[in-house]
């Protein structure tokens, strides 16, 4: 089905995902970050019916910046994606490392580096409570 349907910017389907609904009908679930594609294999009919389900902007960047290493989409697009994605993590880790040394190995009673070490706390704190 997922080569037959080639639905773009999604991968196959595990095992798990492949079920059944109420009518017996095959139902299968392709999710990418734009939202959901469900096919509905109408075997007494033989048809199937595509429904799409369009996600949010809120929904559609939180999917993008989900999307890691482990989606293992053959789309060369989600797959850069990715890339990018793993790479901007170790980069702010490796940011965040560096700057809590540079913050430790300055003089002791530098001032900017005291109100850096603030607004930098103070901008984490307002942005976790904005997203939470």
Not at 65 to 75: I, K, Q, V, Y
Not at 113 to 124: N, Y
Request: charged share 15%; hydrophobic share 45%; glycine share 4%.
């Amino acid at each position: 089905m997922y080569q037959f349907l080639n639905l773009p910017l999604t991968a196959p389907l595990p095992n798990f995902a492949i079920r059944r609904n109420a009518n017996n009908d095959l139902v299968l679930d392709f999710y990418t970050p734009n939202g959901l594609r469900r096919a509905v294999v109408l075997e007494k009919e033989r048809h199937i019916r595509l429904e799409t389900q369009r996600s949010t902007l809120a929904a559609y960047l939180n999917n993008l910046h989900a999307t890691t290493l482990n989606a293992r989409s053959p789309d060369w697009r989600v797959r850069w994606w990715t890339y990018y994605n793993e790479f901007s993590v170790w980069s702010l880790i490796g940011m965040s490392v560096s700057g809590v040394y540079l913050w430790l190995a300055s003089r002791p009673r530098y001032r900017p580096a005291r109100w850096t070490f603030v607004v930098g706390c103070g901008a984490f704190i307002l942005l976790y409570a904005v997203t939470r």
